[in-house]
């Protein structure tokens, strides 16, 4: 359902950007930052790496200059299309963008050095099946604490129910049982804070929080949610990323 979710937004809102965006606040540090601090540490101009659910490419093309080639796959035709454009506009030549499976991809075994994911797919099985011998395997993802409070609040949501552990441990059970063996980990907690909302509404239907998410349905739990947590310095929305690197045994 991800990419019909990530295509109805794309058609809808285009590349996202000039949508309102939240005050945020890093009192463990920039999860995003680490990752990329990361990805830069193990790049290199004769390395192929490979971005499991792409989106609109820009993050796939700003890291074209570090790698011999990047290939950017995606099951969102409209996402795809945003990236091609965008690869066109800068003449990026080192990149490729395909629609893929990335639980079954095209790829033969043993022939990617580095695979990332950055909020996207995370099929280890495969991710191991087609990195190298002592290649690497990349992930910042959704941590279970999440927006739990809005969860909870509408009852539902990305990874409701689901978790009963810490995921950031289940990440790294599930990658030693495949054959990785995990040399990072780090869980980052921040803050959201939004201005209206109005912002919030909007800002919930571009993201995979809720894919279901309809404002007039769903207007009685926000608005509930709105309430509870309205601070000063706007709605208060948690976040939770974790990252793990892991090596190819």
Known sequence: MTGQFYD?????FGTFQGVPRPLTTYPQGNPEEMFEQKLFELSGKDKVALDLGCGDGRFTLRMAGY?????????????LKLAQAEQQLQEQTNVRFEQQDASQTSFAGNIIDLVYSRRGPTPYQECYRITKPKGYFLTISIGEKDAWELKQTFGRGQGYGAWKTSALEQAEERLQRVGFEVVYRQDV??????ASYHDLDVFLQGVPIFEDFDSEKDRLSLEAYVARFQTDKGIHLPRHRFLVVAVKS
């Open 189 to 194: 907690l921040f803050d959201e804070y939004f």
């Open 8 to 12: 109805k937004v794309t058609r809808k």
């Open 67 to 79: 790698f011999q080639e990047i290939v950017g796959i995606d099951s969102s035709v409209e996402r």
